[in-house]
């Protein structure tokens, strides 16, 4: 499987974007989709996951939402109120599973992954 990410950008604290990740090279709906971020310095830090059965997760803060679109091969990342400290690097992963309501929220478990698209929020 091939994930192409996009979307990212430089946004002022309080503005929203959203990302995209196209797959290809797979049976879409097979697989477990996650965003994940990495800061400088920092070690990559789950963001959001969405099962094949379309049930999130999230991390702690709400102002994320996943989502996916099997028709488009598409997962997407909507990210509102963003603040500084959002600034990172953020990843789309895959990973297959026969299991419709299985998640995944450590980047171990996951098996393929995007090359990263880079968001800025600037104070």
């Known amino acids: 499987v091939q994930l192409q990410a996009s979307g990212g950008g430089l946004v002022q604290a309080g503005g929203s974007l959203r990302l995209s990740c196209a797959a290809s090279?797979?049976?879409?709906?097979?697989?477990?989709m996650g965003w994940f971020r990495q800061a400088p310095g920092k070690e990559r830090e789950f963001v959001a996951t969405?099962?094949?059965?379309?049930s999130q997760e999230t991390e702690a803060d709400s102002r994320f939402a996943i989502s996916r679109d099997n028709s488009k091969n598409i997962v997407s990342l909507q990210m509102n109120s963003l603040k500084p400290e959002d600034t990172a690097v953020y990843y789309c992963?895959?990973?297959?599973?026969?299991?419709?309501?299985?998640?995944?929220?450590?980047?171990?478990?996951?098996?393929?992954w995007g090359q990263g698209t880079q968001v800025t929020v600037s104070s």
């Open positions: 969405i099962n094949r059965g379309g």
């Open positions: 090279g797979g049976t879409f709906s097979d697989y477990v």
């Open positions: 992963a895959a990973r297959g599973t026969a299991f419709v309501s299985r998640t995944y929220v450590r980047a171990n478990d996951y098996e393929y």
